[in-house]
């Protein structure tokens, strides 16, 4: 390789992203989401003040059996939370959590979002939201899948093996 080709293969490395590190950031993604949710959930399970205030959370907000689906809805996060941690069943958790995050914007978080936006500025308050985020980074984590930093990656090549 020429001296003259070694600025172009660094501006296209530059321009495609480098390949070879791509465990990198959904490792981080995964490990990131997976210690919010295990201490959100954490703090719903074992925290009775924290309890109370989904309980009045998901009353507020009409969902049925509020009882029922604050430990649910604890118990998910918390768990799905642990698993991401460790990656183990990766995508079962994320479309857990998915559902959860959908839930919450559907029944409280949009009511955050001021009546008589234009498009773009309803847009944009939407986009702000937490839960979209996660969304979106749920998706990426199942598409992507968990990397080889998980429990999943290690089943997957002892089943493959034999």
């Known amino acids: 390789m020429t001296n003259d080709a070694r600025p172009n293969l660094k ?4 321009l495609r992203g480098e390949q070879s590190w791509t465990w990198a950031p959904s490792l981080l ?3 990131a989401l997976g210690i919010f949710f295990a201490i959100s959930g954490g703090n719903k399970v074992f925290n009775e003040k ?3 205030l989904l309980y009045k959370t998901i009353a507020d907000a009409g969902i049925p059996f509020p009882e029922v689906n604050t430990i649910f809805v604890s118990y998910v996060e918390f768990l799905c ?3 991401l941690i460790v990656g183990l069943l990766t995508a079962l958790g994320c479309i857990a959590l998915i559902g959860d995050m ?7 978080q949009l009511a955050t ?4 936006l234009s498009l773009l500025d309803w847009l944009d308050d939407f986009l702000y939201l937490p839960e979209v985020t996660y969304i979106i980074l749920f998706i990426w984590i ?3 899948g968990p990397g080889r930093f998980s429990l999943d ?3 997957a090549r002892k089943l493959r093996s034999g």
């Open 11 to 14: 501006i296209s490395r530059l």
């Open 29 to 31: 993604a995964r490990l």
């Open 50 to 52: 924290e309890q109370e």
């Open 81 to 83: 939370g642990l698993a």
């Open 102 to 108: 959908l839930v919450a914007i559907l029944t409280v």
């Open 113 to 116: 979002i001021p009546s008589g």
């Open 142 to 144: 199942i598409i992507a």
């Open 153 to 155: 990656y290690y089943l």
